[in-house]
DNA sequence: TCAAACTTTCAAAACTTTTTGAAAGTTTAT
DNA sequence: ATAAACTTTCAAAAAGTTTTGAAAGTTTGA
């Protein structure tokens, strides 16, 4: 298989990994693109690779910066903006988790802790009121260690994770 | 706070989480409201509670029963079909972590493997195709490693899982 | 200070996904 | 065998998301 060939597959599969998790398709391309880059790349770059306009790839590589999985570089001798990806999977990896946890999981967990105070009014509702109270109550046990567990990932190195898994599943 | 604000607010909740996820908000609705009923729900109860037609509410019924979240249940005394979900929450989170990780996880799997095969043509794009390689072969590494996790979570006990595993993540 | 080189913004257009609802299909009771 | 009760399908419409590109904004070097 050719580079090419081989760089457009890649680039392809991790924009539909992507949008099937809810990332914007183009977004997790301009990610491919520069994981798997020798060297910085300009804005002109990605939109020439990706045949995107300036304002989505603009506007795509800042999303990926506030994500922390790209960064600005400078190339002396040059006015344009260069970009890199964070190459190192579990930093890409926790990143992205720290990210989705904050935006998505964070404010779910902030919800199920005020459903929690539900009135029973009267005897008419109480079997609806019980069910309720106990599959948010469950829900939210879950999600409590569910957090807890993520939190331990994102500040944890590599290796040790790994190693302390690995042991306990074998 | 009253139960029917509540369950409302539940059902936005998980729907709009599972929309960020890459989930269509309303199976993600139908999934909530199933996950806190009392008892087993007709597709027109469903049509009833959410606004929804009956195109969209069957439609939505049995994705999630594909999903392994729902089950048909018989009414004795009544022709229509009635709906319950999964309640226990390890049950519904390693479902759906086994469907997503076939679903889109396994494909992507097997797209870097195949990727792991690119030839060097010349000396011109060695630089190109080390940086490619070398970033294929990393992402593969740690996508093994998260699947095999995976897979042993999936086959996990709740107990088990819980006791062992948190003591170290915590 | 100026203007060239570059980045950002955003309204409108293009595209994608979801929803509807009526018609077709199926099951069940008599 | 029939018809009522129900479920499924799917083409068209609606809604939602993404993309474009040109105008506005910013930075830099002379």
Redesign the interface.
């Known amino acids: 298989?050719?580079?090419t060939e081989?760089?457009a597959?890649?680039i392809n599969?991790?924009g539909a990994?992507g949008?099937?998790?809810?990332i914007n398709r183009t977004m997790a391309q301009v990610h491919a693109l520069l994981?798997?880059?020798?060297?910085p790349m300009s804005t002109d770059d990605v939109m020439a690779e990706l045949n995107i306009s300036r304002g989505n790839a603009n506007m795509n590589l800042r999303e990926l910066m506030d994500w922390n999985l790209v960064d600005k570089v400078l190339v002396s001798g040059d006015r344009k903006e260069y970009f890199t990806a964070e190459?190192?999977?579990?930093k890409v990896?926790t990143a992205i988790m720290y990210q989705r946890k904050k935006?998505?999981?964070d404010?779910?967990m902030k919800?199920l802790t005020?459903?929690s105070?539900?009135?029973t009014?009267g005897a008419a509702?109480a079997?609806?009121?019980?069910?309720?109270t106990k599959?948010?109550k469950?829900?939210k046990?879950?999600t409590e260690?569910?957090d807890?567990?993520m939190d331990?990932?994102i500040k944890a190195e590599e290796n040790w994770f790994?190693s302390?898994?690995l042991k306990?599943?074998r």
Do not use: H, Y
């Not at 190459?87 to 579990?90: A, L, P, Q, R």
């Not at 079997?127 to 309720?132: G, K, R």
């Open positions: 298989m050719k580079i081989a760089k597959q890649f599969s991790w990994l949008s099937q998790w809810g994981l798997v880059a020798a060297k190459k190192d999977i579990w990896a935006r998505e999981l404010p779910m919800v005020q459903l105070n539900v009135e009014s509702d079997e609806e009121v019980a069910a309720f599959a948010v469950d829900i046990k879950f260690q569910a807890k567990t331990t990932i790994w302390s898994f306990l599943f």
